[in-house]
């Protein structure tokens, strides 16, 4: 995992392959925001948007239903909650 030169944090592939830093981004973002500009539409997709692929995966019926069931509880889809499970066991190894 690639990490940003000003702020440590992990990098994402953008739609043209390339590494940026989307805190670094939405902070250079707040910082020149000007409502009357819609030129900032460009650059909040790619924030909010990193590249991502479907998969298919089995996975235990038990843990299936955990998931679920702790999902529910924070309010969020259960492949969300998924999903950020590997994200944060990946990127801390």
């Known amino acids: 995992m690639k990490?940003?030169?000003?702020?440590?944090?992990?990098?994402?592939?953008?739609?043209?392959?390339?590494?940026?830093?989307?805190?670094?981004?939405?902070?250079?973002?707040?910082?020149?925001?000007?409502?009357?500009?819609?030129?900032?539409?460009?650059?909040?997709?790619?924030?909010?948007?990193?590249?991502t692929k479907p998969i298919t995966i089995r996975l235990n019926v038990y843990d299936i239903e955990k998931a679920k069931a702790q999902a529910l509880a924070l309010s969020i889809p259960y492949q969300t909650f998924l999903k950020d499970i590997i994200h944060k066991k990946l990127a801390n190894g």
């Open 3 to 51: 990490k940003c030169d000003i702020c440590g944090n992990e990098l994402f592939y953008d739609e043209n392959d390339k590494l940026f830093c989307p805190d670094c981004e939405a902070n250079e973002f707040l910082e020149t925001f000007d409502e009357a500009d819609d030129r900032w539409l460009e650059k909040a997709h790619k924030v909010v948007m990193p590249k």
